[in-house]
């Protein structure tokens, strides 16, 4: 198994930055993909990016252009880079770890993320 531990969220004017980080302990972080979710309310979670263990990125439409997904092996982090927020991103973020074999999901507390002015 593995544990996820998120962090970064806030408050933010529109057109601001944020950087999430994901701490990962319990288990082998290389056996994971990872990846970043977020739920606003009423909404269905959706996802936002992804990163596998060799570093290939996946985006949402949303975002392409302004967030940047990353990892850290060594340090069993992920963290995702927001530039050019936009109130529509107002959500709670979720990091994600997959297990490469046999799929399972982990998913962390949660972190909130607020555009607003």
Not at 5 to 26: F, I, N, W
Not at 55 to 83: E, H, P
Not at 93 to 102: D, G, L, M, P, V
Request: aromatic share 12%; net charge positive.
């Amino acid at each position: 198994q593995v544990q996820l531990v998120e962090s970064g969220g806030g408050l933010v004017q529109p057109g601001g930055s944020l950087r999430l980080s994901c701490a990962a302990s319990g288990s082998i972080f290389w056996f994971y993909a990872t990846g970043w979710y977020r739920q606003a309310p009423g909404k269905e979670r959706e996802l936002v990016a992804t990163i596998t263990n060799g570093g290939s990125t996946n985006y949402a439409d949303s975002v392409k252009g302004r967030f940047t997904i990353s990892r850290d092996n060594a340090k069993k982090a992920v963290y995702l880079q927001m530039n050019s927020l936009k109130p529509e991103d107002t959500a709670v973020y979720y990091c994600n770890a997959k297990h490469i074999a046999s799929l399972t999901d982990y998913w962390g507390q949660g972190t909130q993320v607020t555009v607003s002015s």
